[in-house]
């Protein structure tokens, strides 16, 4: 299958308006009578409804090409053929056509060109920010440029690296903190390590998750461990996320980190799945509510990685994919294991019993299945918590990142 990339050309032009909007005549290019407006027909940019339109004509196109929207993520469209599936995901005016050959790009290319000015950028090797490399034996995926250049906008270029993105210690800090005096600059940083975080650096989750609680209101103490997660990955930033090649298993590691946060005193949950041996989906997050006991932060926990689980089964069935059924859980809380597979817990507070409920019926129709997991294996803990640099180091490769030179073609299989 062949794997190709192209855009459109002033994509929000395309756009065919619904609504009635007039325009002052632009200058130089005046009607006689001047007190007349323009009629626009065709979207500009600026205009509010600009991307909605675009996104409109150009589903319109693809479906009279044959292609199905997917109901699972409306990017993703799915066309069927003799040779087999053609699979295009578009991203405002980016595209990614995965298909059987040249011919049938070009022909894909040939038809959109009828209707748009659509670019072929050839083989897929960069995708919004991302690099994408490529051998017979499979993809990578890293954001070394794109992290230089956030290493260069916050003046961090010639930092000392870190060997850990977070001070295990910063969540742990009661004590009064003075506090930043520019707030936006911070969330600029927070939001540029989030869109590492949470494509290609499940490493740095966690300490970004922790961080983005203080966005609207940072401490001194906030900033500088933003920068520590800046001094670590300019320490790791030729690290690459390798995809799995294994065979097309689907599990999910999970846990919970209990009462870690010492002013709400809520847990926080994290989850990591592996298709194939390899990481192709990840969560870092505070539970909304405080459970009374570890058991149940595992239970918040677990349900919010079956909620996720529930959406990947269903995203590759449009690639076709059969997973193998029962899905493996890997969870290191023996007492959450037993209660799940026993059918009776404890007394609980009615929002963990209704999250231990979903779990249990997946459980009970066969879906998932768990399986204990010893706390010195389970990946998913540099999720909950911020690790030291010898642990992090063991789950971060665990979990599918390593170095470049041992990425693409490695045998790395997520595995401890």
Same mark, same amino acid.
């Given at each position: 299958?062949?794997?190709?990339?192209?855009?459109?050309?002033?994509?929000?032009?395309?756009?065919?308006?619904?609504?009635?909007?007039?325009?002052?005549?632009?200058?130089?290019?005046?009607?006689?009578?001047?007190?007349?407006?323009?009629?626009?027909?065709?979207?500009?940019?600026?205009?509010?409804?600009?991307?909605?339109?675009?996104?409109?004509?150009?589903?319109?196109?693809?479906?009279?090409?044959?292609?199905?929207?997917?109901?699972?993520?409306?990017?993703?469209?799915?066309?069927?053929?003799?040779?087999?599936?053609?699979?295009?995901?578009?991203?405002?005016?980016?595209?990614?056509?995965?298909?059987?050959?040249?011919?049938?790009?070009?022909?894909?290319?040939?038809?959109?060109?009828?209707?748009?000015?659509?670019?072929?950028?050839?083989?897929?090797?960069?995708?919004?920010?991302?690099?994408?490399?490529?051998?017979?034996?499979?993809?990578?995926?890293?954001?070394?440029?794109?992290?230089?250049?956030?290493?260069?906008?916050?003046?961090?270029?010639?930092?000392?690296?870190?060997?850990?993105?977070?001070?295990?210690?910063?969540?742990?800090?009661?004590?009064?903190?003075?506090?930043?005096?520019?707030?936006?600059?911070?969330?600029?940083?927070?939001?540029?390590?989030?869109?590492?975080?949470?494509?290609?650096?499940?490493?740095?989750?966690?300490?970004?998750?922790?961080?983005?609680?203080?966005?609207?209101?940072?401490?001194?103490?906030? $900033?500088?461990?933003?920068?520590?997660?800046?001094?670590?990955?300019?320490?790791?930033?030729?690290?690459?996320?390798?995809?799995?090649?294994?065979?097309?298993?689907?599990?999910?590691?999970?846990?919970?980190? $209990?009462?870690?946060?010492?002013?709400?005193?809520?847990?926080?949950?994290?989850?990591?799945?592996?298709?194939?041996?390899?990481?192709?989906?990840?969560?870092?997050?505070?539970?909304?509510?405080?459970?009374?006991?570890?058991?149940?932060?595992?239970?918040?926990?677990?349900?919010?990685?079956?909620?996720?689980?529930? $959406?990947?089964?269903?995203?590759?069935?449009?690639?076709?994919?059969?997973?193998?059924?029962?899905?493996?859980?890997?969870?290191?809380?023996?007492?959450?294991?037993?209660?799940?597979?026993?059918?009776?817990?404890?007394?609980?507070?009615?929002?963990?019993?209704?999250?231990?409920?979903?779990?249990?019926?997946?459980?009970?129709?066969?879906?998932?299945?768990?399986?204990?997991?010893?706390?010195?294996?389970?990946?998913?803990?540099?999720?909950?918590?911020?690790?030291?640099?010898?642990?992090?180091?063991?789950?971060?490769?665990?979990?599918?990142?390593?170095?470049?030179?041992?990425?693409?073609?490695?045998?790395?299989?997520?595995?401890?």
């Amino acid at each position: 299958m062949v794997v190709k990339h192209a855009d459109v050309k002033t994509a929000y032009l395309n756009g065919e308006l619904e609504e009635s909007i007039f325009m002052r005549q632009p200058p130089g290019y005046e009607d006689e009578n001047r007190d007349a407006v323009c009629s626009l027909q065709k979207s500009l940019y600026g205009l509010k409804q600009a991307g909605y339109v675009w996104n409109k004509k150009f589903d319109q196109v693809l479906k009279r090409m044959k292609f199905q929207q997917s109901k699972n993520d409306p990017c993703l469209y799915v066309r069927r053929n003799g040779k087999g599936y053609t699979y295009l995901v578009i991203y405002v005016d980016d595209m990614v056509i995965a298909c059987n050959d040249d011919e049938e790009y070009e022909e894909i290319i040939k038809t959109l060109n009828r209707h748009f000015k659509v670019t072929s950028l050839g083989d897929i090797s960069h995708f919004l920010g991302i690099k994408i490399n490529r051998n017979e034996k499979g993809f990578s995926l890293s954001q070394q440029t794109y992290i230089k250049q956030i290493l260069e906008q916050f003046g961090m270029n010639q930092a000392k690296p870190s060997k850990y993105p977070l001070d295990p210690g910063h969540i742990q800090q009661k004590e009064e903190q003075v506090m930043l005096s520019n707030n936006h600059q911070y969330a600029s940083l927070i939001g540029s390590l989030l869109y590492v975080a949470v494509n290609t650096r499940p490493d740095i989750a966690v300490s970004v998750s922790i961080l983005g609680r203080s966005v609207s209101a940072p401490t001194q103490a906030d $900033w500088n461990e933003a920068k520590r997660i800046l001094r670590y990955l300019k320490l790791t930033m030729d690290h690459e996320l390798v995809l799995g090649q294994g065979e097309r298993n689907l599990e999910v590691y999970v846990d919970a980190d $209990w009462a870690n946060d010492v002013k709400s005193r809520k847990s926080n949950s994290g989850y990591l799945f592996l298709f194939g041996g390899g990481p192709i989906c990840w969560g870092s997050r505070k539970q909304t509510c405080v459970a009374l006991s570890s058991t149940e932060a595992e239970f918040v926990a677990l349900a919010a990685s079956c909620q996720e689980l529930l $959406w990947i089964d269903r995203l590759l069935t449009d690639f076709s994919v059969d997973i193998i059924k029962p899905i493996l859980i890997h969870e290191d809380n023996q007492s959450c294991i037993k209660q799940m597979e026993s059918g009776r817990a404890t007394n609980r507070s009615k929002h963990v019993d209704t999250k231990y409920h979903f779990v249990y019926q997946l459980l009970e129709q066969g879906m998932i299945r768990m399986q204990y997991c010893p706390t010195d294996q389970m990946i998913a803990d540099m999720l909950t918590k911020p690790l030291t640099s010898v642990k992090l180091t063991r789950f971060r490769e665990a979990a599918g990142v390593y170095p470049s030179r041992r990425s693409v073609g490695s045998d790395a299989t997520g595995k401890l």
